[in-house]
């Protein structure tokens, strides 16, 4: 990774543009980071101020990795599968309805059907901090407090490459810390924007049945979570106040199968839960199910501390 950096920005003349503005969000970590959180936010703040945002992923682990560039959503609505877009792609596209989303392992590919076919007037590349030869206007990349610092590069440890690659990036976004905190975090690092980013749990949604999230908050909760870090999701159940009894977790990007939802029918049972609660990610591979249980999806929702440098950066750029 450091070799291609140096090689991209000796030559940068071999970066791909794309015609509208590429807002980049990235880790230096293996998952788990809070980064899907952060591009829904900023998708929708797009769309609020009237813009036509087209979020570009990659589409890791999908089940169908056709070639080509798989329309996710127009913006207006769902133009693909689960098994062709990826978990997080669908995810992001039911979260943030009104945004362009596009999969494709060639971003630039991606970009330019967004901007000619469905007219994307401003690019979200999301999980793009290692994506180098698509050039951005901005670089954000999310982490938690010393993470990056006292990291390893894999196969040591999570890093996907060198600490000193962070400072390539304008604004450092940090999960579950105050402004503070953030802001030693990128002097650490050398990075001279910065800002927390609160992470929250909404009211519970009931998968299927919109519109009834309304539900007995002393009811027992069975919580199944396959994402980067599922012991977080249960302690943020807990922390939010609802009675979790129990806990299935699964590796991310868990693929749930008939057997796999008649095991969470069975320990709902045996451990007394009324529901079961899972994420927003999850909640999409069980779309291929009809669970007897009453199943629902609990949102996250980030708020930023303080807000400005984001989306001031943002501003600029759209300028």
Known sequence: MRVRRRRVERQPQHRRHLARPVISVGNLSMGGTGKSPVVAAIAQWLIDRGQRP???SRGYARADAVDGVVVVSDGRGIRSTLERSG???????RQVPGAIVCVSPDRHLAGTLAERELGATVHVLDDGFQHIELAR???ILVTTIG???NGKVIPAGKLREPIDAAARAQILVVSDATAGAAAAEAWTLGISQSCGAARRLAAPIRVREPGSGNRDPEGAVLAVAGIASPERFVRSLKETGWNVVDAMTFKDHHRYSSSDVAAIASRMQSSGATAVFTTDKDAVRFESHTPSFPLYR???IVEFDPSEPLFESIKAVLK
């Open 54 to 56: 087209a979020i570009l």
């Open 87 to 93: 978990d997080e792609p669908m995810m992001l596209a």
């Open 137 to 139: 206007d901005l670089d």
């Open 147 to 149: 993470e990056i610092p």
């Open 298 to 300: 609990v949102p996250l």
